[in-house]
T-cell receptor
Framework: DTGVSQNPRHKITKRGQNVTFRCDPISEHNRLYWYRQTLGQGPEFLTYFQNEAQLEKSRLLSDRFSAERPKGSFSTLEIQRTEQGDSAMYLC?????????????FGNGTRLTVT | AQTVTQSQPEMSVQEAETVTLSCTYDTSESNYYLFWYKQPPSRQMILVIRQEAYKQQNATENRFSVNFQKAAKSFSLKISDSQLGDTAMYFCAFMRGGGADGLTFGKGTHLIIQP
């Protein structure tokens, strides 16, 4: 069990640029979640995949955000035309989905700073 | 929609003391699960303990236990014999049955264990 891996750990970008983050879940975990966490707050749900299907999207996920999980393994989260308000920690989590309450395993996150 | 409220932004106790972190939630769901996650300064979220709403018995994991009061929609975490390594942000989280929209987190409680 190598855990959930997220890359890069840190990303600094200028406003208006596009960024892409990658998440590699625990092998054979069919559920994958993206969250956003700002300072002093709990993580906020962004989107959920079961295998390659994106089944849920939060209202927080504006049209500048897109997530994919093309082969049901790794996932990418892209933010287009970044804004300073996008600065946050982006967390990925996966679970086995064998039962409803299978625990989520989180990665270390990608910290995005938009200047 | 579900909400999770943690009313204690920060708590500080001496090593070896017992500490209780509060959490209340609001939901109209009948099938749901509750969790406590720990986020140390390294920022990886780690599951501490979980509780199925249909179970009356309070969950226990070593030094960690919960007081689940379903009617009051309260889910507090008790840490016995606190250790320096328990210093972290603690998040209470809710997940409705099915898990499709993942976890709803509270804002967290920063727990500091003093030597």
């Amino acid at each position: 069990d190598t855990g959930v891996s997220q890359n890069p750990r840190h990303k600094i970008t200028k406003r208006g640029q596009n960024v892409t983050f990658r998440c590699d879940p625990i092998s054979e975990h069919n559920r994958l979640y993206w969250y956003r966490q700002t300072l002093g707050q709990g993580p906020e749900f962004l989107t959920y995949f079961q295998n390659e299907a994106q089944l849920e999207k939060s209202r927080l996920l504006s049209d500048r955000f897109s997530a994919e999980r093309p082969k049901g393994s790794f996932s990418t989260l892209e933010i287009q035309r970044t804004e300073q308000g996008d600065s946050a920690m982006y967390l990925c989590a996966s679970s086995a989905g064998q039962s409803e309450n299978s625990p989520l395993h989180f990665g270390n996150g990608t910290r995005l700073t938009v200047t | 929609a579900q909400t999770v409220t943690q009313s204690q932004p920060e708590m500080s106790v001496q090593e070896a003391e017992t500490v209780t972190l509060s959490c209340t939630y609001d939901t109209s769901e009948s099938n749901y699960y509750l969790f406590w996650y720990k986020q140390p300064p390294s920022r990886q979220m780690i599951l501490v303990i979980r509780q199925e709403a249909y179970k009356q018995q309070n969950a226990t994991e070593n030094r960690f236990s919960v007081n689940f009061q379903k009617a009051a929609k309260s889910f507090s975490l008790k840490i016995s014999d606190s250790q320096l390594g328990d210093t972290a942000m603690y998040f209470c989280a809710f997940m409705r049955g099915g898990g499709a929209d993942g976890l709803t987190f509270g804002k967290g409680t920063h727990l500091i264990i003093q030597p």
